[in-house]
């Protein structure tokens, strides 16, 4: 009986050097050009994020007040901090016992601040009173948050 031997000659298992630095160059020159586009990008992540938030907090503070009847009032504290007031005697100050909590944006988005043009109060009916708009900016621009009269949070 005769057997077949099969003889593997000239297979190379794994990569050359030379491949190995093609590799290596194409995804050097891919993030040489990656890394400045994000970077230049940031500012504007940033305010789309603060943008996020802030209308987030300001849909989750109308949805509080229509759910537990009640008031919820928010007061633009300063150039980067908000305050959400849980109002239960309804007189717009902050008591004994009544939910408070103060959001900061720049905790998460550093180089963001804002300007709000009033201190809205949102009704048990999803209403609001004023009508506010609050502008975030970065370096890079500015975006907006509307809150209508009728208690509609919107971005622009």
């Known amino acids: 009986m005769q057997t077949n031997h099969t003889l593997k000659t000239g297979i190379q298992n794994g990569f050359s050097l030379i491949e190995l630095i093609v590799v290596v160059a194409i995804l050097a ?65 902050i008591d004994s016992g009544e939910y408070s909590i103060t959001k900061d944006i720049q905790e998460k988005y550093g180089d963001v601040t804002y300007t709000s043009t009033a201190n809205p109060i949102f009704h048990p009916r999803g209403n609001a009173a004023p009508a506010a708009s609050i502008t975030l900016a970065t370096s890079h621009g500015t975006r907006t948050v509307t809150i209508a009269i009728t208690g509609r949070v919107i971005k622009s």
């Open 29 to 93: 020159v891919i993030a040489g050009v990656a890394i400045p586009v994000y970077t230049g990008m940031k500012p504007s992540i940033r305010l789309s994020g603060a943008t996020s938030q802030v209308m987030g907090d300001l849909m989750w503070a109308r949805m509080r007040a229509v759910s537990q009847n009640n008031e919820y009032k928010i007061f633009f504290l300063d150039d980067r901090r908000y305050q959400i007031l849980d109002d239960d005697n309804g007189n717009g100050n």
